[in-house]
């Protein structure tokens, strides 16, 4: 047990030997971000000598045993980095994954090529965005890190993540995008919300469906299992969300408009068969940094 006077080195070894011994997978990662968090600073700043104060060895102690029981880590430090950016994160929101940063980087290579096309066209306002599934905005305000000055539009179906949402809208955004209406967060269910946006409205739709077919759902890892069932269950076959977005989406995006999608690394084959069967344009798929097949990209046709 973790306890008051504790020498930090000793005290790292106990908890990374303790999470080691409960099965998580990244023992000794997980060991420093809790040590840092109770800490509230790096280790590497700390005296070769310095021992726990009593708070933060209770802290310590609270943080492992929640490690032990496999919460996630996101969860319990209650920030996650995505794309350079701190995102607010615990029960209830999908957990931010670096993989997830593909879409960011597939989508920011075309936005200036989308933009110079509405330029041509006569239509030079900023670049309107809509991120569907938002879970904590990861996506969407990433991209707005990049592209200031474009219209986002983040949908989010879950009471619990749209608390995440705003949080980090407003803190990363800042309160007077959200008050003038550059930045949106608004509650909605990607089956139905279509219904009530504009048409031709956006230039850009990303989204991270869940995906997880009912197979995957019954073989998740405890921390996984932790993260909210809503975010995950993509039916029967992991494609419920797919067919929706081949299906109701075109009309959303302006002529040329692009869309991206979050996909299971064995779900490009059938993803693209949906839209191509919907009508999209050059659909092709843009593998993560492991070479797996992450994003999946398709144009409304001009």
């Keep these: 047990m973790v306890s008051a006077q504790m020498p930090l080195r000793t005290a790292k070894t106990e908890v990374r030997a303790r999470l080691a011994a409960a099965g998580c997978e990244n023992a000794a990662m997980d060991a420093d971000a809790l040590l840092e968090k109770a800490l509230g600073a790096p280790v590497w700043q700390c005296r070769a000598d310095a021992v726990l104060s009593e708070a933060q060895a ?3 102690e609270e943080m ?12 319990i430090l209650g920030r996650w980095g995505f794309y350079a950016l701190e995102l607010a994160v615990g029960e209830g929101v999908l957990c931010p994954r ?7 980087e597939a989508v920011l290579a075309r936005a200036p090529g989308i933009a110079e096309e509405k330029k041509a066209a006569g239509r ?14 990861a996506i969407g305000l990433a991209l707005l890190s990049r592209l200031p000055d474009a219209q986002l539009v983040l949908v989010e179906k879950s009471e619990a993540a749209f608390r995440y949402l705003t949080e980090n809208a407003r803190r990363i955004a800042g ?10 967060p608004q509650q909605g269910d990607l089956f139905t919300v279509w219904h009530t946006l504009p048409a031709g409205g956006f230039d850009i739709i990303t989204c991270n469906p869940p995906y997880l077919t009912a197979q ?17 269950d993509g039916g029967t076959d992991g494609l419920d969300f797919y067919r929706a977005l081949a299906e109701h989406y075109q009309r959303c995006l302006a002529p040329g408009g692009l869309l991206a999608l979050e996909i299971g690394w064995r779900q490009r084959k059938a993803v693209c068969g949906l839209l191509a069967d919907a009508g999209w344009a050059d659909i092709a798929a843009v593998p993560d940094l492991a070479g797996n097949d992450r994003c ?5 046709r001009a």
């Design 124 to 137: 030079p306002a900023p670049l309107r965005l809509l991120d569907l599934c938002a879970g904590t905005g």
């Design 58 to 60: 209770r802290l310590l």
């Design 175 to 184: 309160e007077a995008r959200l008050a003038e209406g550059g930045v949106q």
């Design 296 to 300: 999946v990209l398709a144009y409304r």
């Design 98 to 104: 670096a993989d997830t940063e593909t879409i960011v």
């Design 64 to 75: 492992t045993c929640r490690r032990e029981r496999r919460e996630p880590l996101q969860y």
């Design 216 to 232: 995957e759902m019954r073989e998740l890892q405890p921390e996984v299992a932790r993260e909210p069932t809503l975010a995950l």
